[in-house]
């Protein structure tokens, strides 16, 4: 694992990139999932990512594994990287903006 200065960087930058509540990214993962015929139980709505975020958002910093570590310092490159893509059609902006909010970042959140 990383040592206490890393960690705590990566737990500040990671809870700046990830802008939605638990509740929040929980809903969202259900809803993305949803079709017209049925809801998905909300522990298997989202990604295998979405959920790992979602898992490490109910989590105190000291009880991270190394695994979420790596999840985090994924989200956190994958956010930034992201939100640093300007001037994009309506459509291809609602789709960026969608994948996001599966890693917990609402870009039109404030």
Known sequence: ?????????????FHR?????????AAWLRVRDADENAEP??????SPTGQHVLAIL???RTDLTDDDV?????VVDT??????VENEPEAVE???????????HDPLKP
């Open 1 to 13: 694992m990383t040592d206490a200065l890393e960690l705590d960087a990566l737990w500040e930058d």
């Open 17 to 25: 990139v990830v802008n939605m509540t638990s509740a929040e990214l």
């Open 41 to 46: 139980l909300p522990e298997t709505a989202g």
């Open 58 to 60: 109910q989590k105190r």
């Open 70 to 74: 790596r999840v985090m310092y994924k």
């Open 79 to 84: 956010v930034t990287e992201q939100v640093d």
């Open 94 to 104: 609602t789709r960026r903006r969608h994948r996001l909010m599966t890693l917990g």
